[in-house]
C-alpha cells in the first residue's frame, strides 16, 4: 500500500490546522505552521475567496486522511465499510481509524507519531494476541492484547519507550502496561473519546454521498 512520503508540515499548513504529524515537534517553537501562516506555495498567502460547500467537504475529507495518514483508496474502503456498520456513517468512520493497529500503537504511547508506529508495524516490532502482525490497517477488536515482541524489547528504542512513555495519555478505551511494553482493548472508542483536531465528519460523509 502506497504512503505519502513529501514533508508533512506541509499538509498542517495546507489545512490551516495543526494535525500533530511529527510528535513532540508540533508542540514546540519550531512548528512551522505557527511561524507561518497560510498554505504552501507561491501564491499560498493569496487565497482568501469564500470557500465553497465543495472545497468544505474536500478539506475535512482530506484533513482526516492526513491525520490517519492514509491514501484515497484506502480510506474509501474504510469509509465503505463504516456506511455498512449500523449508525452514524461518520461516528463509524472515525472508529474503524481508531482501531487501526498503527494508531493503536500510537494511542498507547509506543510512538511519537502515527508515521512512526506505521514503520514499527510494519518491521514486525508488534504482537496481536501472540501473532505477530505487520500490517498497520489491521483492526483490533474488544480484548484483543497488542504487546512489542520479546525479541524487540531488548532494543534501545524500546528500553527508552519504557522509561518515557508513562507521560503520554491513554484514551480510556486502553490500557496499557509499561512493565511488559503492551496494551489491551478494553472496548470500541465512542466519538467523545477519540482526541483529535476539529474535524466534521458530516462533510465527509456528504463529500461521498454526491460521488
Known sequence: ????????????????????????????????????????????????????EYALQLREKQKLKRIYGILERQFRRHFDEAERRPGLTGDNLLQILETRLDNVVYRLGFADSRRQARQLVRHGHFLVNGRKTDIPSYLVRPGDIIAVRPQSREREYFQIVAETAASKPVPSWLVRDLETLSGRVVSLPTRDQIDLPPINTQLVVEWYSRR
Open 1 to 52: 500500500m502506497g504512503r505519502y512520503i513529501g514533508p508533512v508540515c506541509r499538509l498542517c499548513r495546507r489545512e490551516g490546522i495543526k494535525l500533530y504529524l511529527k510528535g513532540e515537534r508540533c508542540f514546540g517553537p519550531k512548528c512551522p505552521i505557527t511561524k507561518r501562516r497560510g498554505a504552501p506555495g507561491q501564491h499560498g498567502q493569496q487565497r482568501t475567496r469564500r470557500p465553497s
